[in-house]
């Protein structure tokens, strides 16, 4: 099993950034998979971003590429979710989550954080 625990959320004005953080706990790290999704108010989770266990290979949604930016340290048992030239609809809990499987982990996934929250005035 793994624990995953969100930091990093907060307010900010549009075309601002944010820097999530999850830090992981419980078995080996490394062999995870890892994804951000994320969860607007009266609407469904969606897929955000997602990083292979070997920081290979990176996914993200139409809606943030190019200004979201996934990244790992396998030493610090840690993924990040950089987010640039935020949008008032990035509003959102954003979530952390995590799967042996890697195409799992984009559709989903075993392991969920608590999630922050984003917010993004105009």
């Known amino acids: 099993q793994v624990q995953l625990v969100e930091s990093g959320g907060g307010l900010v004005q549009a075309g601002g950034s944010l820097r999530l953080s999850c830090a992981a706990s419980?078995?080996?790290?490394?062999?995870?998979?890892m994804g951000w999704f994320r969860q607007a108010p009266g609407k469904a989770r969606e897929f955000v971003a997602a990083?292979?266990?070997?920081?290979?290979?990176?996914y993200y949604a139409d809606s943030v590429k190019g200004r979201f930016t996934i990244s790992r340290d396998n030493g610090r048992n840690t993924v990040y979710l950089q987010m640039n030239s935020l949008k008032p609809e990035d509003t959102a809990v954003y979530y952390c989550?995590?799967?042996?499987?890697?195409?799992?982990?984009?559709?989903?996934?075993?392991?969920w954080g608590q999630g922050t929250q984003v917010t993004v005035s105009s």
């Open positions: 419980g078995r080996r790290f490394s062999s995870y998979a």
């Open positions: 989550a995590a799967d042996l499987n890697s195409v799992l982990v984009v559709r989903t996934p075993g392991y």
């Open positions: 990083i292979s266990r070997s920081n290979n290979n990176t």
